[in-house]
């Protein structure tokens, strides 16, 4: 009877690892029970340590094979990459941010930020400003949504007093001798941005 219940529970394992194989290698929660994966069990496997939490509802196993990037990609699908992580991205500052600065809508749950690892920043934002200018680049392997580098420029800004001196310095200087920058984009976001003003005395002396 005992390697009955063995048995079974590694079958159910394995239905569960499957499960999160095929999802790119993380699953919610919803996913197995919709499978047939009692919750119940799920916390066992959790507790027995078969499968790893890496946030409520959402489990994978061997955290180690993902790196940072892919984890923020696959959590956090509807976020946009932006201020200093854009940046970096982009390769207009050289050191690489605290944690991933991620633009999400205001009425989205604060809970989904709380995790240890990887560190999320979020900038709650409103709908209708969150999608002002995004595109989509691969970063690291992944795929991220991400602001374009001039509405990122007037973003910098308009919050130029919370960021770091040097990277923000370093950023403007770096649009600035970026030839794929697009002028008229810049003045259409600064006007949007309410940042107009800025963009003429601290950039447009140079372009």
Not at 3 to 18: A, F, M
Not at 73 to 88: I, R
Not at 159 to 187: G, H, N, P, T, V
């Amino acid at each position: 009877m005992m390697y009955k219940r063995i048995e079974e529970t590694e079958k159910i394992l394995n239905e569960v690892k499957r499960c999160i194989d095929d999802n790119g290698g993380i699953v919610k929660k919803e996913q197995l029970v919709a499978i047939g994966i009692d919750y119940r069990r799920i916390l066992d496997f959790v507790e027995n340590k078969d499968i790893i939490r890496i946030k409520n509802g959402y489990y994978t196993y061997g955290v180690e094979r993902f790196s940072e990037e892919a984890l923020v990609s696959k959590l956090f699908e509807d976020a946009v990459l932006c201020m200093e992580s854009a940046l970096y991205a982009y390769g207009y500052i050289s050191n690489k941010p605290f944690g991933f600065h991620l633009a999400v809508d205001k009425n989205t749950s604060k809970s989904r930020f709380k995790m240890d690892y990887p560190k999320v920043i979020p900038y709650y934002t409103e709908p209708e400003v969150l999608k002002i200018g995004v595109t989509t680049i691969t970063y690291e392997g992944n795929q991220f949504q991400i602001y374009d580098k001039d509405r990122l420029i007037c973003d910098c800004l308009k919050y130029e007093s919370k960021m770091d001196r040097r990277d923000f310095k370093e950023a403007i200087q770096a649009y600035i001798k970026d030839e794929d920058k697009d002028i008229a984009a810049l003045m259409e976001y600064a006007r949007e941005r309410k940042v107009l003003k800025r963009v003429q005395s601290l950039i447009g002396v140079w372009l």
